[in-house]
């Protein structure tokens, strides 16, 4: 099953492909060689999943892009007041090329267009025996997570035609920002433009930069996080050149261009996305490219105004249902087939915020779940909020698995997720009635008829399962039946000890109170179950609400009842007790045993 982001990225670069303005960048040996049909996408997540689609596994010369990732290892050697000394953080309006600098200091606007990026290598020096090139190419690799090198042809063929360079270099030297030979710190600028790159590259360094100069493979810290944030703040205003306010206001993310054709683009605490295609516009951007971007972060709403909150994992637990099972006592056979069969249900606990990052989190473990998966609890109590690209790419996937014969249940109260096709899932208003409901689905699936019988006489009911069959029935004789109807209140809380309560058929909720007074379901009971006991001090009194879901029989063992076997049949009220402690006991045991699972999670 393809996952919908992978989906969604092949339809936009199958219509983006269509266009066919702009020309090649056209200086150097490898913009010879370019392809004007070429045209790749990847995104890249700050856990470091990328997706890909089209062109993304052909090197191409970094260029510009070089840019911001230099800016950040000459603040990481020197300092930000060091490197402001020599560059601005001003957006300059103007061409990548233009000759802006400062009448007053001779700084160049800004890190991004030529003459501040040259005045930036100047700053690089060599260390620990590897000279400056060597240096930046070093962290160009530490950046996508695989070695990448600058290209010597590439190098001279730039070089050969770099005379307004060469001029901004001596410019710069005039005035002081370039310290040492000008010609030295234009070749490092220009070697780090022939770096040789991917697309699939260009996306893990995004990554890298969203997740604050860490790489999210390897682990390594590229950048500390201080470079990275003025590196992302520059790329905003500045990245884009001439192009920068449009950008910043259609697209909202940090971004870079190269004239090679690719341009990256940061949605910071969530995603790296980066596009190649080699036609420019009239600004040196890739035509396809920059139309990628906007495409992209609008249907996905990239903005950063928008998409504003860290993007982390929205999956809080995952776990199969044997795991945490249900709180309704089964009976011997249906408890075998759970035990057997629970793991075929995968309970996914979602938390946070729906937007696009935490959303492809979960559409991800969707789309990986095991074969043997015929159930899937969907828990979104938790979710704060859901973005309309959440609601799309959630709806998606789950009709791709209703459509391989998957069950939905879903558990969203709040109506969280109203948006998506509703005939797709099952909607629950609590956590314990969706798992209990997806045990019956296994027991029907899995078991026999007599698994999920209709009605459990107190004789064979799981909680007397200790006593012999006469004393079953002895004890059920001192019983009275009591039927109740949909909605009827049994039990309320205050209400003194009034006997031991065993459901025949049909099922109880057991509601309880927060410290607020509003009220919640704690837990659903089923035929074979009681309730009652935990009020049997003649001081204690109900803590909880039972109240009836459905038409349902009862066998009640009243306290006159239970007062009279004490003093008639001493043995065999010892007997009820430690049935009642051991049930009481497997309760509590299996609710542990669940809270173990979902801790180790």
């Not at 379901?521 to 803590?543: C, N, V």
Request: charged content about 25%; overall charge negative.
């Amino acid at each position: 099953m393809e996952s919908p982001v992978l989906s969604y990225l092949r339809e936009v670069h199958a219509e983006l492909a269509q266009l066919h303005d702009g020309a090649p960048y056209s200086v150097g040996p490898a913009s010879a060689e370019a392809d004007p049909a070429d045209f790749g996408i990847a995104l890249a997540t700050v856990d470091g999943h990328i997706y890909e689609v089209g062109t993304t596994r052909t090197d191409f010369s970094i260029q510009s892009i070089s840019k911001p990732l230099s800016y950040g290892l000459a603040i990481a050697d020197l300092g930000m007041a060091a490197v402001d000394a020599h560059v601005d953080v001003e957006p300059s309006g103007d061409p990548f090329n233009e000759i802006s600098t400062s009448p007053e200091t001779g700084r160049p606007a800004n890190a991004m267009i030529n003459a501040g990026a040259i005045a930036v290598a100047s700053l690089i020096k060599g260390s620990g025996g590897r000279s400056p090139i060597q240096r930046i190419e070093n962290t160009y690799s530490e950046f996508a997570a695989r070695r990448i090198r600058s290209n010597g042809h590439e190098y001279r063929a730039e070089r050969a035609r770099s005379d307004r360079n060469h001029g901004l270099a001596y410019l710069l030297s005039s005035v002081g920002i370039i310290e040492g030979d000008p010609t030295k710190a234009l070749e490092t600028y220009l070697r780090q433009c022939a770096v040789r790159v991917d697309c699939r590259d260009l996306a893990m360094i995004a990554a890298t930069l969203a997740a604050g100069g860490t790489n999210p493979v390897t682990g390594t810290e590229v950048l500390p996080y201080e470079a990275v944030e003025r590196v992302l703040s520059v790329m905003m205003t500045s990245g884009m050149y001439d192009d920068a306010g449009d950008w910043a206001t259609n697209v909202g993310m940090p971004a870079k261009s190269g004239v090679g054709g690719g341009i990256i683009a940061v949605l910071p605490g969530q995603v790296g996305l980066a596009v190649y295609s080699p036609p420019l516009d009239k600004h040196g951007n890739s035509v396809r490219g920059a139309a990628a971007c906007r495409r992209i972060s609008s249907d996905l709403q990239m903005h950063f105004v928008r998409a504003a909150r860290v993007g982390r994992s929205a999956i809080r637990s995952t776990h199969t249902v044997d795991q945490e099972p249900s709180n309704i006592r089964r009976t011997e056979e249906a408890a075998k087939v759970l035990e057997e069969h629970g793991r075929r249900a995968l309970v996914l606990d979602l938390t946070g915020d729906l937007f696009f990052a935490g959303t492809e989190t979960v559409v991800r473990a969707l789309n990986s779940i095991d074969d043997e998966i015929d159930f899937i609890v969907l828990d979104v109590r938790d979710v704060d909020e859901v973005g309309e690209v959440g609601t799309r790419m959630l709806g998606a996937v789950i009709d791709d698995l209703v459509a391989s014969r998957r069950r939905i249940l879903l558990v969203d109260p709040e109506g969280m997720l109203a948006g998506v096709n509703q005939d797709s899932y099952t909607v629950f208003d609590s956590h314990d009635r969706a798992i209990a409901h997806c045990e019956r689905l296994i027991i029907e699936r899995y078991g026999t008829q007599a698994s999920l019988p209709q009605s459990v006489p107190v004789a064979t009911s799981p909680v007397l399962a200790p006593l012999s069959a006469e004393d079953a029935e002895r004890l059920t004789a001192r019983m009275v039946p009591r039927h109740c109807s949909d909605g009827e209140v049994i039990r309320r809380v205050g209400q003194r000890f009034g006997g031991v309560f065993f459901i025949v058929a049909g099922a109880i909720s057991i509601i309880a109170s927060h410290t607020d007074g509003t009220r919640f379901r704690l837990r659903t009971l089923g035929a074979g179950m009681s309730f009652g006991e935990l009020a049997l001090g003649e001081d204690d009194r109900q803590e909880t609400t039972a109240k009836a879901e459905g038409p349902v029989e009862l066998m009640v063992l009243d306290a006159e009842a239970i007062e009279e076997l004490e003093q008639e049949d001493p043995a065999l009220a010892v007997q009820l007790w430690r049935a009642l402690s051991r049930d009481a006991y497997l309760r509590v045991d299996r609710l542990s045993r669940a809270n173990a699972a979902r801790i180790r999670e």
